[in-house]
């Protein structure tokens, strides 16, 4: 019977996980390139171990035209690469905007990477007049000047990658790779929503609360079992 607590007190604990998953989602359905999180699932890694790891659903949400050239979606795989204090991340998010030192920066105001390193503006703050164009990969031209190319980068195993508390992703290790032209397309004047379906996410959050509650029944009445068992043994 103590086996029994045992394990259904594990099945809470996951299912408490779990409910927490579905309200940051929920919480997260206007957050811009936010991705899903999924269940925390019990796995066995390579060395024969049991170890707890949850899922991110890393597909595309949906496009949606801003108007703003500065605005970038990618259609596809790969993640924007910005420069923070705690080093390079990586980002979904592609509301950018210029700084007024002429950096294009990202949300948290963290410099948006591109081939030659901070991307540098300053020449379309100056001129207004001149038109902003970021091609399909990445390149940057401000009238016939060519500025830049964003960095469109990834990784071998993305749910390797950890979030960060600004929404962001990071590898450990670094180790980030260039994304191959092919798996990618950069939509310029557009922003990538969520990919959270509030509705699934809703019904998830009953099915786990009803799961949570049986749970919590069958540590009740094997509790009550032993309560028993303990004053027949007294007897």
């Known amino acids: 019977m103590i086996k029994g607590i045992y394990t259904a007190a594990r099945g809470l604990e996951y299912r408490l996980k779990n409910i927490e998953t579905v309200a940051n989602n ?137 979030k960060t508390g600004g929404g962001n992703y990071y590898d450990p290790n670094q180790e980030y790779i260039p994304a191959p032209e092919d798996k990618f397309e950069l939509l310029s004047g557009y922003v990538e929503e969520s990919n959270v379906n509030p509705i699934y996410e809703m019904q998830k959050m009953i099915e786990i609360n009803k799961d949570y509650e049986a749970a919590q029944k069958i540590i009740n009445t094997i509790d009550a079992s032993l309560a028993k068992l303990s004053e027949i043994g007294k007897v």
């Open 26 to 162: 929920l919480a997260n359905i206007n957050s811009t390139g936010y991705k899903k999180e999924g269940d925390f699932q019990q796995i066995i890694n390579a060395a024969g171990k049991t170890e707890t790891r949850q899922v991110t659903d890393f597909s595309n949400g949906n496009f949606v035209e801003s108007g703003n050239p500065l605005d970038l979606a990618i259609k596809g795989e790969g993640f924007f690469e910005v420069q923070t204090d705690n080093g390079v991340e990586l980002s979904r998010n592609g509301r950018f905007t210029i700084s007024e030192n002429g950096f294009l920066v990202d949300a948290n105001g963290d410099k948006v990477l591109g081939a030659r390193g901070e991307i540098n503006l300053s020449s379309y703050m100056l001129n207004k007049d001149q038109k902003v164009e970021i091609s399909r990969t990445g390149e940057i031209r401000i009238g016939d000047e060519i500025v830049d190319n964003i960095k469109i980068a990834t990784v071998e195993d993305p749910q390797s990658l950890q």
